[in-house]
Protein backbone atom coordinates (compact mmCIF):
# COMPACT_ATOMS: atom_id res chain seq x y z
CA UNK A 1 0.00 0.00 0.00
CA UNK A 2 1.26 3.53 -0.78
CA UNK A 3 2.71 5.19 2.53
CA UNK A 4 -0.18 7.71 2.90
CA UNK A 5 -1.64 9.13 6.40
CA UNK A 6 -4.13 11.42 7.16
CA UNK A 7 -4.77 12.77 10.92
CA UNK A 8 -7.36 12.96 12.61
CA UNK A 9 -8.91 9.97 11.52
CA UNK A 10 -12.39 11.71 13.42
CA UNK A 11 -12.60 14.63 14.52
CA UNK A 12 -16.11 16.39 16.58
CA UNK A 13 -15.91 20.18 16.56
CA UNK A 14 -18.46 23.09 17.07
CA UNK A 15 -20.09 25.29 14.35
CA UNK A 16 -17.05 28.37 13.45
CA UNK A 17 -14.23 27.07 14.74
CA UNK A 18 -11.07 26.19 12.98
CA UNK A 19 -10.11 22.83 11.72
CA UNK A 20 -7.15 21.51 9.89
CA UNK A 21 -6.62 18.46 8.95
CA UNK A 22 -3.23 16.54 7.41
CA UNK A 23 -2.16 14.56 4.89
CA UNK A 24 1.17 13.07 5.02
CA UNK A 25 2.99 11.02 2.17
CA UNK A 26 6.27 9.00 1.82
CA UNK A 27 6.22 8.23 -1.35
CA UNK A 28 7.44 11.41 -2.68
CA UNK A 29 4.57 11.82 -5.37
CA UNK A 30 4.28 15.41 -6.95
CA UNK A 31 0.75 15.47 -7.08
CA UNK A 32 -1.89 15.40 -4.20
CA UNK A 33 -5.27 16.17 -4.21
CA UNK A 34 -7.89 16.78 -0.94
CA UNK A 35 -11.52 15.29 -2.07
CA UNK A 36 -14.73 15.28 0.01
CA UNK A 37 -17.70 12.20 -0.35
CA UNK A 38 -20.85 12.77 1.23
CA UNK A 39 -24.07 10.63 0.40
CA UNK A 40 -24.94 11.06 -3.34
CA UNK A 41 -22.21 12.77 -4.56
CA UNK A 42 -19.91 10.92 -4.77
CA UNK A 43 -16.06 12.48 -4.45
CA UNK A 44 -15.75 15.72 -5.17
CA UNK A 45 -12.78 17.74 -5.57
CA UNK A 46 -11.87 20.91 -3.28
CA UNK A 47 -8.58 21.64 -3.85
CA UNK A 48 -5.12 19.57 -5.23
CA UNK A 49 -1.38 20.18 -5.30
CA UNK A 50 1.13 19.93 -8.05
CA UNK A 51 4.12 20.64 -6.61
CA UNK A 52 5.52 22.57 -3.38
CA UNK A 53 3.79 25.62 -2.76
CA UNK A 54 1.77 25.14 -6.05
CA UNK A 55 -2.11 24.91 -5.57
CA UNK A 56 -5.07 25.35 -6.73
CA UNK A 57 -8.49 25.53 -6.76
CA UNK A 58 -11.63 22.28 -7.36
CA UNK A 59 -15.02 22.39 -7.67
CA UNK A 60 -15.71 22.54 -4.12
CA UNK A 61 -13.19 25.25 -2.83
CA UNK A 62 -15.58 27.56 -1.16
CA UNK A 63 -14.71 27.55 2.53
CA UNK A 64 -12.19 25.83 2.48
CA UNK A 65 -7.67 26.59 2.06
CA UNK A 66 -4.61 24.63 1.65
CA UNK A 67 -0.44 24.56 1.87
CA UNK A 68 1.86 22.72 0.89
CA UNK A 69 5.45 23.44 2.42
CA UNK A 70 7.03 20.36 2.18
CA UNK A 71 6.47 17.59 -0.98
CA UNK A 72 5.11 15.11 2.06
CA UNK A 73 2.37 17.35 3.34
CA UNK A 74 -1.14 18.45 2.84
CA UNK A 75 -3.12 20.86 4.98
CA UNK A 76 -6.66 20.82 4.05
CA UNK A 77 -8.06 24.04 6.59
CA UNK A 78 -11.42 24.81 7.31
CA UNK A 79 -11.07 28.80 8.42
CA UNK A 80 -14.43 28.55 10.16
CA UNK A 81 -16.63 25.52 10.01
CA UNK A 82 -20.33 24.79 9.26
CA UNK A 83 -22.45 22.19 9.52
CA UNK A 84 -22.75 21.52 5.30
CA UNK A 85 -18.82 20.39 6.09
CA UNK A 86 -19.79 17.51 7.89
CA UNK A 87 -18.23 14.87 5.37
CA UNK A 88 -16.11 12.42 4.92
CA UNK A 89 -12.69 13.98 3.94
CA UNK A 90 -9.85 11.90 1.71
CA UNK A 91 -6.63 12.52 0.60
CA UNK A 92 -4.60 11.30 -2.62
CA UNK A 93 -1.52 11.21 -4.34
CA UNK A 94 -0.77 10.66 -7.93
CA UNK A 95 3.14 10.26 -9.29
CA UNK A 96 1.97 11.82 -12.65
CA UNK A 97 -1.40 12.87 -12.48
CA UNK A 98 -3.19 9.44 -12.94
CA UNK A 99 -3.48 6.50 -11.03
CA UNK A 100 -4.31 8.13 -7.75
CA UNK A 101 -3.63 6.28 -4.14
CA UNK A 102 -5.76 7.45 -0.91
CA UNK A 103 -5.34 8.20 2.60
CA UNK A 104 -7.86 6.16 4.93
CA UNK A 105 -10.09 9.29 5.24
CA UNK A 106 -11.22 11.23 7.99
CA UNK A 107 -14.24 11.79 9.17
CA UNK A 108 -15.43 15.05 10.31
CA UNK A 109 -18.53 16.01 12.13
CA UNK A 110 -19.27 19.52 12.55
CA UNK A 111 -22.27 20.24 15.17
CA UNK B 1 -24.12 15.84 -19.96
CA UNK B 2 -22.36 14.85 -17.05
CA UNK B 3 -18.48 14.24 -17.63
CA UNK B 4 -19.17 10.62 -16.20
CA UNK B 5 -22.20 8.89 -16.05
CA UNK B 6 -22.51 5.37 -14.45
CA UNK B 7 -25.36 3.30 -13.62
CA UNK B 8 -25.76 3.68 -9.71
CA UNK B 9 -27.14 0.04 -8.87
CA UNK B 10 -27.81 -1.67 -6.82
CA UNK B 11 -26.44 -4.82 -8.61
CA UNK B 12 -27.20 -7.70 -7.12
CA UNK B 13 -26.19 -10.91 -8.42
CA UNK B 14 -25.25 -14.85 -7.06
CA UNK B 15 -21.93 -15.83 -6.30
CA UNK B 16 -20.55 -17.00 -9.41
CA UNK B 17 -22.31 -14.89 -12.02
CA UNK B 18 -20.44 -12.73 -14.35
CA UNK B 19 -21.99 -9.15 -14.09
CA UNK B 20 -20.90 -5.86 -16.49
CA UNK B 21 -20.92 -2.27 -15.04
CA UNK B 22 -20.80 0.45 -17.99
CA UNK B 23 -19.73 3.81 -17.81
CA UNK B 24 -19.99 6.93 -20.13
CA UNK B 25 -17.69 10.05 -20.68
CA UNK B 26 -18.00 13.10 -22.11
CA UNK B 27 -14.35 14.38 -22.86
CA UNK B 28 -13.63 12.87 -26.09
CA UNK B 29 -9.87 13.94 -24.97
CA UNK B 30 -9.94 11.02 -22.27
CA UNK B 31 -7.00 8.95 -22.89
CA UNK B 32 -6.52 6.89 -19.77
CA UNK B 33 -9.31 5.55 -17.86
CA UNK B 34 -9.00 3.92 -14.13
CA UNK B 35 -11.58 1.63 -12.33
CA UNK B 36 -11.21 1.81 -8.31
CA UNK B 37 -13.15 -0.15 -5.64
CA UNK B 38 -14.55 1.23 -2.86
CA UNK B 39 -15.81 -1.39 0.38
CA UNK B 40 -17.92 0.28 2.25
CA UNK B 41 -16.66 3.27 5.46
CA UNK B 42 -13.09 2.63 3.31
CA UNK B 43 -11.22 4.70 0.86
CA UNK B 44 -11.15 4.36 -2.83
CA UNK B 45 -8.21 1.67 -3.97
CA UNK B 46 -6.82 1.46 -7.78
CA UNK B 47 -8.62 -1.67 -9.29
CA UNK B 48 -7.51 -1.53 -12.82
CA UNK B 49 -6.33 1.02 -15.29
CA UNK B 50 -7.07 1.13 -18.89
CA UNK B 51 -4.93 3.33 -21.61
CA UNK B 52 -5.77 1.37 -24.72
CA UNK B 53 -8.39 -0.97 -26.07
CA UNK B 54 -8.87 -2.71 -22.37
CA UNK B 55 -7.17 -4.80 -19.58
CA UNK B 56 -7.44 -8.24 -18.52
CA UNK B 57 -6.52 -8.78 -14.69
CA UNK B 58 -8.16 -12.48 -13.41
CA UNK B 59 -11.52 -11.82 -13.28
CA UNK B 60 -11.42 -8.85 -14.32
CA UNK B 61 -11.54 -7.35 -17.86
CA UNK B 62 -12.04 -3.57 -18.73
CA UNK B 63 -12.84 -2.97 -22.49
CA UNK B 64 -12.86 0.54 -23.58
CA UNK B 65 -15.14 1.74 -26.82
CA UNK B 66 -13.73 5.52 -27.83
CA UNK B 67 -16.45 5.98 -30.60
CA UNK B 68 -18.93 5.32 -28.49
CA UNK B 69 -17.25 7.05 -25.20
CA UNK B 70 -17.66 3.80 -22.94
CA UNK B 71 -15.49 2.14 -20.86
CA UNK B 72 -16.96 -1.54 -19.06
CA UNK B 73 -15.95 -3.54 -16.31
CA UNK B 74 -16.43 -7.05 -16.50
CA UNK B 75 -16.49 -9.27 -13.61
CA UNK B 76 -16.17 -13.32 -13.62
CA UNK B 77 -17.09 -15.48 -11.67
CA UNK B 78 -18.16 -13.30 -8.82
CA UNK B 79 -17.22 -13.50 -5.29
CA UNK B 80 -18.86 -12.20 -1.96
CA UNK B 81 -15.58 -9.74 -1.67
CA UNK B 82 -16.68 -8.39 -4.46
CA UNK B 83 -19.32 -6.66 -3.01
CA UNK B 84 -18.41 -2.31 -2.89
CA UNK B 85 -19.20 0.11 -5.29
CA UNK B 86 -17.06 0.78 -8.27
CA UNK B 87 -15.88 4.17 -9.55
CA UNK B 88 -14.87 4.72 -13.18
CA UNK B 89 -12.64 7.47 -13.95
CA UNK B 90 -11.37 8.98 -17.16
CA UNK B 91 -8.53 11.37 -17.78
CA UNK B 92 -7.87 13.83 -20.45
CA UNK B 93 -4.53 13.64 -21.89
CA UNK B 94 -2.51 16.83 -20.19
CA UNK B 95 -4.79 17.02 -17.22
CA UNK B 96 -4.20 15.74 -13.79
CA UNK B 97 -7.28 15.95 -12.34
CA UNK B 98 -8.97 12.85 -12.26
CA UNK B 99 -12.81 12.97 -12.64
CA UNK B 100 -14.53 10.35 -10.76
CA UNK B 101 -17.92 9.13 -11.75
CA UNK B 102 -20.32 8.41 -8.34
CA UNK B 103 -20.03 4.94 -8.86
CA UNK B 104 -21.73 1.66 -9.22
CA UNK B 105 -22.97 -0.67 -6.10
CA UNK B 106 -22.68 -4.30 -6.65
CA UNK B 107 -23.77 -6.69 -4.02
CA UNK B 108 -22.98 -10.35 -4.78
CA UNK B 109 -24.84 -12.98 -2.68
CA UNK B 110 -24.48 -16.76 -1.60
Not at chain 1, 28 to 50: F, K, V
Request: hydrophobic share 30%; aromatic share 12%.
Amino acid sequence: DAGITQSPRHKVTETGTPVTLRCHQTENHRYMYWYRQDPGHGLRLIHYSYGVKDTDKGEVSDGYSVSRSKTEDFLLTLESATSSQTSVYFCAISLAGDEQFFGPGTRLTVL
Amino acid sequence: RKEVEQDPGPFNVPEGATVAFNCTYSNSASQSFFWYRQDCRKEPKLLMSVYSSGNEDGRFTAQLNRASQYISLLIRDSKLSDSATYLCVPRAGGSYIPTFGRGTSLIVHP
